[in-house]
């Protein structure tokens, strides 16, 4: 069974630095490219960020400079650094995987992140 487990989502005031982490089990975690996704309030989805599995990773417009990805293929695990932080960023994010090979996709449940003062 496939499993994305998101983490590390809450409360920050505007400025302020989260880290997301999201574990990933039941897949060949090398073989995916990962990302992150979210979806704020009334709005619609949107890709933040992604790594393939060779490492290379790219941005939204709206993140670039603040966010940073990163993976750990020992860990199965993906991160998203969240820094200077805006309201605009509030949002439910998710952890996606996707395998080039064999395009299955698998989503995570998402985790909450709320920026406010």
């Known amino acids: ?3 994305l487990v998101e983490s590390g989502g809450g409360l920050v005031q505007p400025g302020g630095s989260l880290r997301l982490s999201c574990a990933a089990s039941g897949i060949i ?23 393939t ?3 290379s990773t790219n941005y939204a417009d709206s993140v670039k400079g603040r966010f940073t990805i990163s993976r750990d293929n020992a860990k199965a ?3 998203l650094q969240l820094n200077n932080l805006n309201p605009e960023d509030t949002a439910v994010y998710y952890c ?7 395009n299955d996709e698998h989503w995570g449940q998402g985790t909450q992140v709320i920026v406010s003062s």
């Open 1 to 3: 069974q496939v499993q």
């Open 29 to 51: 975690f090398k073989a995916y490219a990962m990302g992150w996704s979210r979806r704020a309030p009334g709005k619609q989805r949107e890709s933040v960020a992604a790594i």
């Open 53 to 55: 599995s060779g490492g």
């Open 77 to 79: 695990t993906v991160y």
């Open 96 to 102: 996606t995987g996707f395998n080039p090979v064999t």
